[in-house]
């Protein structure tokens, strides 16, 4: 997807991953990460939990800097899905290929191609090298892109670095998602993995803010390619003082040092626990394992199906033709471009942390202001109800919700019904 790839299909699957754990039913009940709330947990000033045994939850507090560090690769995800969008045209013009839809679809989609390559590796880099050395490796390439795009005088220079940078995008975000979880305190895990669909349409919404000047400034185009290297370097620095995934340090045999990045994310008192939940459930998973084939067949065949499903009738929304496209589109039809995609990008920021449930879809219109009104209290109400209602109720709530507010904009279509589509279609939008 423009802001969430097929992360699953990324990891290599197996039961003794972190990212993918079976649990015995008799430890089913201590497992911190389950669906349902635990009774037993209270909220305290310092934003945990209660418990047995420390008496209160890990602070969220301390993995709150690891987390925000982690979605910066997801943050540049998004710049690079914007960042063509405004400028195409003038990096049509400097570059010869003006008028050449072919060129110029090439230089949006081969991005894409090059994240696919990324996103197949991205597993096995991340459990060979680590989570902290995945993220810096990802970023290598997308700084190299960045200056190539920035600095090329041809299409093909063009297609190597977006090629590269794809490269980057489908290395880095897969690895985020899977940080984010082991990072985590459960209390708080499903808001935070909320922070990578919300930062990837930060770096959406700032591409288009970048990319503003573009009419007036020549080839600021090029600035809008260096741009993305900056915050692509600040991660690359950062990592080094986040913590590395106690889950891997585990399984590489460094237990004490998976000790230690414990105690940095929940605090001291809350060490044992986390490695005696963490020995259980490795406990639980030497019995068996999962090949590869087995995805594709069996009981793991519904789940697989049912994620990668979802995923893809986002992609066949038609939303990624918005992030791409959108400047033309709205020239078109005579909006000034730059306006309308500042708007665009508030209204999918805005939307995003639902869109993290129910992988929604934004329809865009001339109603913006009002969009940003109703989207607003929904998307503090999902990261709210996150983590207590459980992700499936929240999942099956909003599609049905948006296959109603869809089917409202459908018959809106109709013109034959006057003044009545309008009221259709604007309030199937704010549903």
Known sequence: ASDSPFYCGAMRWKLGTAAYKRVPSRDAAM?????????????????GGGGAGAGAGPSWRRSLPHVCV???TSFLFGYHTGVVNEPLESISADLGFAGN?????????????????????SGSVADGIGRRRAFQLSTLPMIVGAALS???NSLEGMLFGRLLVGAGMGLGPPVASLYITEVSPPSVRGMYGSFVQIATCLGILFSLLVGTPVKDIDRWWRVCFWVSAVPAVLQAIAMEFCVESPQWLYKCGRTNEAEMQFEKLLGPLHVKSAMAELSRSERGDDGESVKFSELFYGR??????IGTTLFALQQLSGINSVFYFSSTVFRSVGVPSSLANICMGIANLLGEPIKAVCSSTA?????????LLCSLPGSIIAMLLMDKLGRKMLLVGSFFFMAFSMGLQAIGANRHLGSASVYLSVGGILL
């Not at 009774?39 to 305290?44: F, G, M, S």
């Not at 081969?110 to 996103?119: S, T, W």
């Not at 329809?363 to 969009?371: C, E, K, P, Q, R």
């Open 31 to 47: 497992d911190p990460d389950l669906e349902t709330p635990d009774p037993a947990a209270e909220k305290t000033p310092d934003g």
């Open 150 to 152: 920035a600095l090329t």
């Open 300 to 305: 793991h065949f519904n789940v697989v199906f």
């Open 363 to 371: 329809l865009l219109y001339s109603v913006a202001d009002l969009i």
């Open 101 to 121: 839809t072919l060129a110029e679809g090439l230089v949006v989609s081969i991005c894409l191609g090059g994240a696919f390559v990324g996103c197949l590796f």
């Open 70 to 72: 982690a979605t910066v």
